[in-house]
């Protein structure tokens, strides 16, 4: 009976030694990056390859190289939170590993380029206040099966 009780607290030990060892935000993302994309734009990149874009306003219109995320392949999903009002010329120009994009019902214009290259892009919903889209702006999405727009 000694016995099972010294394995038993043994075993208590080192589960509680293991337990405290781990760090308290281990499921939670770290920012990797971060930066303004916008007068009143901010950016951050997470650990998990989820950009996200904040504030309120026009995002930069950019050339081909000019994004700070240009051609990234850490970027996997792209969350544009509401208060952001365009995405910009070549805002995820060649983004390849880029699965899915979340625009929010304040965003009205999307820009040239904005998507092109993007060709592991699956998902897209666009908000029906979205009420242009620039040349080519989601060129090269072999992937991306919903596309709709509700006619102006």
Known sequence: NMKKIISLLCAFLILFSCVSMMPLNASAADIVDSGTCGENLAWTLDSEGTLTISGIGEMT????????????????????????????????????????????????????????????????????????????AFRSCFKLKIFLITPL
């Open 61 to 136: 219109d950019w050339d081909i190289y000019g994004t700070p995320w240009y051609d990234s392949t850490a970027i996997i999903t792209v969350n544009i939170e509401n208060g952001v009002t365009t995405i910009g010329s070549f805002a995820f120009y060649n983004c390849e590993s880029l699965l899915s994009v979340e625009i929010p019902d304040s965003v009205t214009s999307i820009g040239s380029c904005a998507f092109s290259g993007c060709t592991s892009l699956t998902s897209a919903p666009l908000p029906d206040n979205v009420t242009s889209i620039g040349s080519m």
